[in-house]
């Protein structure tokens, strides 16, 4: 298994961020960047990432600020939200990611949060190709079925009462989600109970940036999806008007698995079964376009 090197980023407002660049034996064919879901550290991802490596692809894991490697003191005296991390962290990782292999095309890998996130990032023109894992609205009423209950649970009572009286978030006490900024919650929060989630909850400046991306997307989900519904997906990509989209909505029985839901596609025993026929052919390089025939 390839070892990572670990990195210091910083972004652009001097806070540091904590990567892991899994390199390649060999001079890259492509580089690879993880978007992480809400709350999910790194690595998580680092079965999926060392995999790629050895495939002949650079990639870099991180954690946003407050999360994981990335947290740095207490989490309530941080003022971080969601646009934060897509401004500032994620922008300042697509730096760092196209520094270290500057002539090879750039894929981003977004799981959940990661795949709603890019329309946020200043400089996501560096990026090649998306591709957006088990990624949805988040809007609550379209939450898959058995989450509804917790999620009105979660948005209409655990989260105002904890960000009053903690400061932030304290979700590895409660079991849901993680620690997460006041800031980042407090906005997840407006973002699910909006029927049009970020777009909805931001307003038009929001829309008009998912309309402005034309980089060509692949979508991967999953019935069995304990979070998101067929709707959540489609509800997401569908603000995407005018990026190029393939949409692949899967069964685990049909890829031979028993199970997938939000979180099994990075495991390791996803390899054969899923990595390898659908991830690894959306990272194939694209090929220069010459304008000849």
Not at 92 to 105: G, K, L, M, N, R
Not at 117 to 140: E, K, M, Q
Not at 240 to 268: C, N, S, W
């Amino acid at each position: 298994m390839i070892e990572p090197v670990t990195r210091q980023v910083r972004a652009s407002d001097g806070h540091e961020l904590v990567g892991r660049f899994f390199l390649p034996d060999s001079a890259p064919a492509g580089a690879v960047l993880i978007a992480p879901a809400m709350g999910v550290t790194q690595v998580y991802y680092a079965d999926l990432a060392a995999w790629l490596a050895a495939r002949g692809l650079m990639v870099a894991t991180f954690d946003y600020r407050g999360i994981g490697r990335s947290r740095r003191g207490r989490l309530r005296d941080l003022r971080a939200d969601i646009l934060d991390w897509a401004t500032l962290d994620c922008a300042a990782v697509i730096d760092a990611v196209a520094a270290e292999a500057p002539a090879v095309p750039l894929y981003w890998i977004g799981h959940s949060l990661g795949g709603q996130i890019l329309p946020f990032i200043p400089n996501r023109d560096r990026i090649t190709r998306v591709v957006t894992i088990a990624a949805g609205s988040g809007y609550w009423r379209e939450n898959a079925a058995g989450l509804r209950w917790r999620a009105w649970w979660l948005w209409y009572v655990a989260v105002p009462v904890a960000l009053r009286l903690v400061g932030y978030f304290p979700g590895r006490s409660l079991r849901k989600v993680g620690d997460l900024p006041r800031g980042v919650m407090a906005q997840w929060r407006r973002w699910c109970l909006d029927p049009e989630y970020a777009v909805g909850a931001e307003g038009e400046w929001a829309r008009a940036r998912y309309a402005a991306v034309r980089t060509p997307l692949v979508s991967l989900s999953f019935t069995d999806d304990e979070f998101m519904s067929a709707r959540n997906v489609a509800s997401l990509h569908g603000f995407y008007t005018q990026a190029p989209k393939v949409m692949t909505r899967l069964r685990p029985a049909d890829v031979g698995e028993r199970r997938i839901g939000h979180f099994g596609f990075f495991r390791p025993r996803s390899a054969a079964s899923l990595w390898e026929p659908y991830l690894l052919p959306a990272l194939t390089p694209v090929a220069p376009d010459t304008g000849t025939n």
